[in-house]
C-alpha cells in the first residue's frame, strides 16, 4: 500500500525481510501502487485524479541509536503486566475507580494505581474542593515520584432535581413496614427515617398511592401521605439508601414526568470546572447531558481557556440523552454509560440492549465508551460479588466497551480494592476467552474522514489492525502527537497491543482511557521516523520487555516540519534480533 500526494502526504507499507540492520532489525519495503483516489473530492497530481506512486525503496542500516536521555515513560503497572504475561496477556479493559472516604490516602491510591486503575473519578456532588484538591495532588505525586500514568476526571454535580440524602456518610438500611419523612426542608443534623430532597419543588404532582424508587430499584416506597410539600412513604421493598441517592415517582407502572426548566451546567458546575481547569484534570463528565448543546459550551469555553487536552465526556443516563444520542456521542470526547440513572427513566429490562447499543455507537464514532454504576453494587457491603455481577462485567467487556467504572464500591465500601482486582480478572479472563474464540464483533467502517489526510489515516489503521492479527504480530506502536492514529487502532480492537508514544503529555493521559492503548511519554522527532522507531525501541529492549523474534508493527501520524524529512504515515513491520 503506498500513496503520495503533492501535500507530501505519504503511506507506505514494509514487510519482513532477511536483511538485518545494524540495530538488528529486519525490515523491507514493498512496492505498491493505489489508483484512484477520488473520494471526497478531486486529488492533486497527474492523470486527471489518477494517483500513481511507488513506494521508496529504503534498504539498508539504519543509524545508531542515541544514548537516551531520560527513561522510557512506561507506567509501572503496564511494565510489569508486561513482565508477567507478555504482550498478547496485557489487558485491554481500562479501569476508572471513584475516589471517595475509603480510598482517599495516599496509600489507598497507590494500591488502587498498582490494582490496575487507569482513571480516578471525583464526584463533585461531594465533598470540598480542598479536598478534591487534596487528592488530585496525591494522584500528581504518585504519578511522578512511583512511576504511574493515573488521569483525573471530574464529575460535575448536574442540575439534579432528583437527589436525596439521608445526612449519613455511609448507605442506610431501609427495612419493609418503616415509615420515612421526604422534604426539601433544611435540616440540621440525621434526623431518623428523614430524608432531604435538594429540590424544593420534588413533590409536585405526585399522588398518594404512587412509588418512589430510589436508584432504580434498591429500595421502594408508596406515598401514604402528603402534607404541604413534604412526603409520608412506607418503604414497601427493603434495601440500601445511599448517599445522595437518586429517586423517581411511578404510577401505575409508568414513570411520572418531572418538568424541570433546569440548565445541564449549573453556577456550581461551572465553578467546579473552573476549579478542574486550574488542577488541571485531564477528563470532565457532564451530567444530566440532553443534548449537544452544553458539550459543544463547555468544549468552546475549555479550548478558550487553552485547556485543549482536556476531554469532555458526557453521561448518558435520560430518555432525552437517548433519543439524540448520535449527536451528543459525535460533540463529546467520549461517553460514559450511567446505567444507575438510565435505570431510573427506562424500563430496567431495557437496560441491556441500551448499554449495547450505546458502546456500538460510540465505537463507530470512534470515541471512548465507560460502562459505568453498580457492576459490583453487594460489594459496598460484602467481600464477595454476586455470579450475576460478574458475568454483567464480562458482557461489557465482551461488547468491547473501552472502561469500566467502580462507584460506591470503592467510594464508600470496604472492599474497594477487591472490588478492583475483580474488574481486573473478569476483564482479562474475557478479553482472551474472545481473543481465542475468534468472537470479535464486525464494526460497520464507517467512514470518519473528510479530508484526505485524514481518509488516509484511517484506512491506514484499517489495514494495519487487519495485517496485525493476520501476521500475529506481539504489539503494535504508533507515533502520535494528538493520538488521534492510536483511537483509529483502538477503534479495530486488534489483539496485540498498542504502545502509543507521544510527546504531549496531555495526548499520554487523554489515551488512559481508549481500549488496549498503552501511552508512552517520550520525546519524537517529527522530521526523523527512522530515530523515533530505533530510539523506543531500543529503550523497551533494554529494560528486557523485547527479545529476539518479536515483531512489532509500527504506524506513524506525525507530520513533517520540512518537505524533504522522512517523517510520514506509514505502516511497517519489524522482527527484533
Same mark, same amino acid.
Given at each position: ?28 519495503? !514493498? ?44 507506567? @509501572? @503497572? ?25 480510598? !482517599? ?43 504511574? !500514568? ?18 449519613? $456518610? ?20 440525621? $434526623? ?110 475549555? +479550548? ?63 470515541? $471512548? ?12 457491603? +460484602?467481600?464477595? $460479588? ?6 454483567? @462485567? ?5 461488547? +468491547? ?13 470496604? +472492599? ?162
Amino acid at each position: 500500500m503506498a500513496v503520495a500526494t503533492s501535500d507530501s502526504i505519504l503511506a507506505r507499507s514494509l514487510i519482513t525481510d532477511r536483511r538485518s540492520t545494524n540495530f538488528g532489525l529486519k525490515n523491507e519495503v !514493498c512496492r505498491c501502487k493505489v489508483v484512484p483516489c477520488r473520494a471526497g473530492g478531486k486529488v492533486k497530481g497527474k492523470g486527471k485524479g489518477r494517483v500513481e506512486v511507488k513506494a521508496a525503496v529504503q534498504i539498508g542500516g539504519l543509524e545508531e541509536v542515541k544514548k537516551a536521555k531520560e527513561e522510557m515513560g512506561l507506567d @509501572v @503497572v503496564s511494565e510489569e503486566e508486561l513482565r508477567e504475561k507478555g504482550f498478547l496477556g496485557m489487558r485491554k479493559t481500562k479501569l476508572v475507580c471513584t475516589i471517595g472516604p475509603a480510598c !482517599c490516602s495516599t496509600q489507598d491510591l497507590e494500591k488502587l494505581a498498582l490494582g490496575g486503575m487507569n482513571v480516578a473519578r471525583l464526584n463533585m456532588c461531594h465533598n470540598t474542593r480542598d479536598w478534591h484538591r487534596d487528592v488530585i495532588k496525591k494522584i500528581n505525586q504518585l504519578n511522578e515520584e512511583k512511576g504511574f !500514568c493515573v488521569s483525573v476526571m471530574i464529575d460535575t454535580e448536574g442540575s439534579q432535581i432528583h437527589v436525596l440524602d439521608h445526612g449519613a $456518610p455511609s448507605s442506610v438500611k431501609a427495612e419493609e413496614g418503616s415509615t420515612w419523612l421526604f422534604t426539601a426542608q433544611k435540616l440540621e443534623g440525621s $434526623p431518623p427515617f428523614t430524608i432531604q430532597a435538594n429540590y424544593e419543588g420534588f413533590s409536585e404532582g405526585i399522588e398518594v398511592g404512587d412509588e418512589l424508587v430510589i436508584d432504580g430499584g434498591m429500595a421502594s416506597f408508596q406515598v401514604i401521605e402528603k402534607v404541604g410539600n413534604d412526603l409520608r412513604c412506607k418503604c414497601m421493598d427493603s434495601g440500601l439508601f445511599l448517599p445522595r441517592a437518586k429517586f423517581s415517582f411511578w404510577r401505575n407502572g409508568k414513570l411520572v414526568a418531572r418538568n424541570s426548566e433546569l440548565p445541564t451546567l449549573s453556577k456550581k458546575d461551572w465553578a467546579d470546572i473552573e476549579f478542574g481547569v486550574s488542577e488541571g484534570v485531564d477528563f470532565i463528565a457532564l451530567s444530566f447531558v440532553n443534548d449537544a448543546d452544553p458539550v459543544r459550551q463547555l468544549k468552546n469555553y475549555l +479550548y478558550m481557556r487553552s485547556s485543549r487536552s482536556t476531554r469532555v465526556l458526557a453521561k448518558v443516563e435520560s430518555l432525552e440523552s437517548l433519543q439524540k444520542l448520535k449527536e451528543i456521542v459525535e460533540a463529546s470526547d467520549g461517553i460514559m454509560v450511567a446505567r444507575g440513572d438510565l435505570g431510573v427513566e427506562i424500563p430496567y429490562e431495557q437496560i441491556p440492549t441500551v448499554q449495547e447499543e450505546i458502546t456500538r455507537v460510540c465505537r463507530e464514532m470512534n470515541k $471512548p465508551v465507560i460502562v459505568a454504576s453498580q457492576l459490583l453494587e453487594s460489594m459496598v457491603e +460484602y467481600p464477595t $460479588p454476586t455470579r450475576a455481577e460478574v458475568a454483567d @462485567v464480562s458482557e461489557a467487556v465482551r461488547q +468491547y466497551a473501552d472502561a469500566l467504572m467502580l462507584s460506591g464500591e470503592s467510594a464508600i465500601g470496604p +472492599y474497594g480494592q477487591k472490588a478492583l482486582s475483580i474488574l481486573q480478572m473478569a476483564s482479562s479472563r474475557m478479553e482472551l476467552w474472545s481473543r481465542e474464540e475468534n468472537r470479535q464483533s464486525i464494526l460497520h467502517q464507517r467512514r470518519l474522514g473528510v479530508s484526505l489526510p485524514d481518509r488516509i489515516a484511517e484506512q491506514i489503521c484499517n489495514c494495519a489492525v487487519e495485517m496485525a492479527n493476520n501476521l500475529g504480530v506481539d504489539a503494535i506502536f504508533v507515533y502520535t502527537k494528538h493520538g488521534q492514529m492510536a483511537s483509529l487502532l483502538s477503534r479495530n480492537r486488534p489483539y496485540p497491543p498498542i504502545f502509543a508514544f507521544t510527546s504531549d503529555n496531555g495526548t499520554r493521559m487523554a489515551l488512559n482511557l481508549q481500549w488496549g492503548v498503552i501511552p508512552l511519554l517520550v520525546e519524537l522527532s517529527d522530521d526523523d521516523m527512522e530515530a523515533n522507531i530505533s530510539t523506543t525501541i531500543e529503550l523497551i529492549r533494554r529494560k528486557g520487555l523485547l527479545k529476539p523474534g518479536d515483531v512489532v508493527m509500527v504506524v506513524s501520524d506525525l507530520t513533517p516540519t520540512h518537505i524533504n524529512s522522512t517523517a510520514f504515515q506509514s505502516i511497517q513491520v519489524k522482527t527484533v534480533v
